[in-house]
């Protein structure tokens, strides 16, 4: 009835048009093509996301590295060793320095609660030992961590040695006062620093290792100090004895309420003096100094004093005191540590 196109009478037949299969063809190649490309940039992307972390991770851990080293550093030594690990090690360097030849295994026996992985002895020849050994003092000088579980404590041990005589080194009987001379006698005192080394588990201690000696330290050479001006007027340095005297007095007597009269103005104690066994006897000598760092009118004494014990010895004490000058009167504005002037 109505007249069909060759074209539609084509495609009812089965037949594409050889001019519209290739155009469909192309058509799809173009549109497939750029999503291909789009994949394959967004994996190059990650990849090179994931290559750079694994760089910055690695420099990142090259910087914190000794960043970590420096806070162990700093861990070992600003810890404060534990007063349980000081009071082991002196408890052992008291053990290990005290001995009687002829009960020498008393002594193996006593250290036996504090070492393990070292011989009894703790290296002490004990085969060869002889005499008398006993401890006066053991003082600790000196702590530090080693690491977290290893610190060691350094102690200043005073010991009384008494040796046997040798053969033929008789004292001759001849004069009676050598008997009585101590500097004749087989007795000696000594002083050894010795570092203890104690390794803490929880809350127990063991020695793992031998201790070892170490020497004296040496005293050191004070700098020369420019101690200011030195005040010859006799009038100031009669005042400057007499506020150095009624303050000690108060100071070493503990007399907090006397004390707080001779301070200036504004200004109190800045400690607690607690009171010692020990009394003012008098002020030995007595400088007054000008300091480049005192103010108008301040002053600073250097004093020697003379103190007594109960039992009724004397010594020697230097205090330093600064004051200032109100009226016809000088007070106290700090009172510092000894000095030698």
């Known amino acids: 009835m109505f007249k069909r196109s060759k074209k539609q009478a084509a495609t009812e037949e089965g037949e594409v048009p050889s001019s519209s299969q290739p155009a469909a063809s192309k058509k799809k190649i173009k549109e497939r093509a750029p999503r291909q490309m789009g994949g394959m940039k967004i994996l190059r992307y990650l990849l090179w996301i994931f290559v750079a972390y694994l760089v910055f991770r690695g420099i990142a851990s090259m910087v914190t590295g000794p960043k970590v080293i420096q806070q162990v550093n700093n861990y070992v030594k600003t810890q404060e060793v534990p007063s349980g690990v000081t009071g082991f090690a002196v408890d052992f360097a008291t053990e290990y320095f005290t001995w009687d030849s002829d009960y020498i295994n008393g002594r193996s026996y006593r250290i036996s609660k504090f070492i393990n992985n070292i011989d009894p002895d703790a290296g002490l020849d004990a085969f060869s030992t002889k005499g008398k050994s006993q401890v006066l003092t053991a003082e600790v000088t000196d702590t530090k961590w080693i690491n977290k579980s290893l610190a ?14 040798k053969d033929g080194a008789e004292k001759p009987t001849t004069d009676p006062n050598l008997d009585s001379n101590p500097l004749e006698k087989d007795t000696t005192v000594t002083k050894t ?7 803490v588990v929880g809350n127990k201690y063991v020695i793992q290792s031998y201790p070892r000696f170490i020497n004296e330290d040496v005293k050191g050479t004070a700098p020369t100090t420019d101690l200011g001006q030195v005040i010859t007027d006799r009038e100031l340095n009669e005042k400057a004895n007499k506020i150095t005297a009624s303050v000690l007095t108060a100071v070493f007597t503990s007399k907090l309420d006397e004390l707080k009269y001779f301070y200036m103005e504004g200004s109190k104690p800045t400690v607690s003096y607690q009171k010692v066994n020990y009394t003012f006897d008098k002020v030995d000598t007595l400088k007054l100094r000008k300091m480049d760092t005192d103010p108008a009118d301040h002053y600073t004494i250097f004093a020697t004093i003379t103190v007594k014990s109960p039992s009724g010895e004397t010594f020697k004490n230097d205090w330093i005191l600064k004051v200032a000058a109100k009226g016809s009167e000088l007070y106290v504005t700090s009172i510092g540590n000894s000095t030698t002037p």
Do not use: C, S
């Open 193 to 199: 620093y010795m570092v203890v080394p104690v390794t």
């Open 152 to 165: 060691e404590v350094t102690i200043a041990v005073r010991r009384d040695v008494q040796l046997p005589k």
